[in-house]
């Protein structure tokens, strides 16, 4: 039997208790109580302490926060902190960033001990060797960690960069099905693929291999003009992003999970607007 069926019970739980029905708000949409409403930690700029920032966070509506991976001695009061604004304000942090960084089993620890469900890990692209090795070479650092996600409960889930490696849906579903496990899975970047093609076709493709969503608009007028990177300066719902067919293909799936902003942070006015924008794109 494969480790994916063996697994499977797991991984159900695993879902279930990440994506438990949200505190109802002033109106429901259709993805309300479905879709839980984050922002990476980060993104709260400002002076006030890491509790402050868990508070003001709570109060504009947001379900839970994503930090980043801060491995070594020397990150373990920051860390520490984490946990205690996650402890006293009811704040779930419900997931790390750690980026391209192999060690994916001191990420998988510390999502572990901050209660989170997944570690976003970056595929990494080396170009100074040929993409074939590429290819084995990042496999197997997942692969390496694959037995200790599974032990821990925690995901490992793979985001669409512009990295140039997987950047269509079809090469990224084969890479996450190689692994044969639940606990592998695709942290699908809405904004991200626009530059190559459309998430609404993306999502058709990986369906529920998509584990979680960053959110992030993307205007191609604005990118083919001033920039590709400048793409991303739209706020959301006003690029080039078809919002509709994207919530279409969710519905299709029954996605109910994290869906986390990455745009560009601020105070308590930008953070509400940040919000509100999520709510109007996702029907919340």
């Not at 990440?18 to 002033?26: F, L």
């Not at 259709?30 to 966070?57: C, N, Q, W, Y």
């Not at 942090?93 to 999502?111: E, F, M, R, T």
Request: proline content about 3%; charged content about 25%.
């Amino acid at each position: 039997m494969h480790r994916r069926t063996l697994l499977k019970s797991a991984a159900l739980a695993t879902a279930a208790a990440s994506t438990s029905p949200m505190t109802s708000g002033a109106s429901a949409g259709e993805f309300s109580g479905k879709i839980k409403k984050a922002v990476k930690f980060h993104m709260a700029t400002g002076p006030e302490s890491v509790l402050d920032k868990f508070r003001m966070i709570r109060d504009l509506g947001f379900d839970g926060v994503e930090t980043r991976a801060k491995l070594g001695t020397e990150n373990e009061a920051l860390v520490r902190s984490y946990a205690q604004a996650s402890e006293s304000t009811g704040l779930p942090i419900h997931g790390v960033v750690h980026s391209s960084n192999p060690d994916l089993v001191g990420a998988i620890d510390q999502a572990k001990m901050l209660g989170a469900s997944s570690v976003l890990h970056v595929v990494r692209y080396d170009r100074k060797i040929s993409y074939l090795q590429n290819y084995e070479e990042t496999k197997q650092i997942i692969r390496r960690a694959v037995d200790h996600a599974e032990k821990q409960g925690v995901m490992i889930l793979c985001e669409n960069v512009w990295a140039s490696y997987l950047i269509e849906p079809m090469g990224m579903a084969r890479f996450v099905d190689s692994f044969d496990s639940p606990m592998v899975g695709i942290y699908f970047d809405v904004g991200n693929v626009v530059r190559w093609g459309w998430p609404q076709h993306w999502l058709e493709v990986i369906g529920r291999r998509a584990k979680k969503l960053d959110i992030k608009e993307y205007d191609l007028n604005v990118a083919m003009n001033e920039g590709m990177r400048e793409g991303f300066r739209k706020p959301l719902g006003e690029g080039s992003i078809e919002w509709d067919k994207v919530r279409s293909e969710l519905a299709k799936i029954d996605y109910q999970g994290w869906a986390t902003a990455e745009v560009k942070g601020g105070d308590r006015t930008r953070l509400a607007e940040i919000a509100a924008q999520m709510d109007r794109v996702l029907d919340l």
